[in-house]
């Protein structure tokens, strides 16, 4: 069993609707959860990370962590065409331990 | 300015040959790793290295051997490829363990 459980997806959703993705965690001795985005054919981008349990915003992104469900959570409001990528969410204890990424198109 | 710079960007080359992939940030981070994407888009560190000493190495074939003549550099040279090495290699930097970032990769078919 991996570590750090994504659904790879496809996602397809309409311009303007809210994205929702999600990773699963078995390693307690994770500390700090990030959110990668990746365009195609081109190197992961740090796009949130955060620490505690609960949430935190940067404009139309969310990301939320429940540590007691070891389960992570993105959130895109007002998806663009321009969010069309695959999303990687990442966790580390010495290392950074990835999932597997979730390809989402979002359809003009 | 490109922050995390990989040469070369693609490499074709025969099974047993030897290669390099070459790193360079300009971040002044002191913490430099080497992941491997396979063609499933699974992202896996290979190494890491924090002022050009290895502090993670993660069961990686001895073949693969990296160096880092100083904290801006870290290469990789990868002895007797196997069709199994084709991938893409992303070098990546930080000065912390969660804000780590991505050069474009470099993908490598081995034939």
């Known amino acids: 069993q991996k570590e750090v459980e994504q659904d790879p997806g496809p996602l397809s959703v309409p311009e303007g609707a809210i994205v929702s993705l999600n990773c699963t965690y078995s390693?307690?001795?994770?500390?700090?959860f990030m959110w990668y985005r990746q365009y195609s054919r081109k190197g992961p981008e740090l796009l949130m990370y955060t620490y505690s349990s609960g949430n935190k915003e940067d404009g139309r992104f969310t990301a939320q962590v429940d540590k007691s469900s070891k389960y992570i959570s993105l959130f895109i409001r007002d998806s663009q065409p321009s969010d069309s990528a695959t999303y990687l969410c990442?966790?580390?204890?010495?290392?950074?331990?990835f999932g597997a990424g979730t390809t989402v198109t979002v359809r003009a | 300015d490109t922050a995390v710079s990989q040469t070369p960007k693609y490499l074709v080359t025969q099974m047993g040959n030897d290669k390099s992939i070459k790193c360079e940030q300009n971040?002044?981070?002191?913490?430099m790793y080497w992941y491997k994407q396979d063609s499933k888009k699974f992202l896996k560190i290979m190494f890491s290295y924090n002022n050009k000493e290895l502090i993670i190495n993660e069961t990686v074939p001895n073949r693969f051997s990296p160096k880092s003549p100083d904290k801006a550099h870290l290469n990789l040279h990868i002895n007797s490829l196997e069709l199994g090495d084709s991938a893409v290699y992303f070098c990546a930097s930080s000065h912390s363990p969660e804000t780590q970032y991505f050069g474009p990769g470099t993908r490598l078919l081995v034939l």
């Open positions: 390693n307690s001795a994770f500390q700090y």
């Open positions: 971040l002044g981070h002191d913490t």
């Open positions: 990442a966790m580390n204890d010495y290392k950074l331990s």
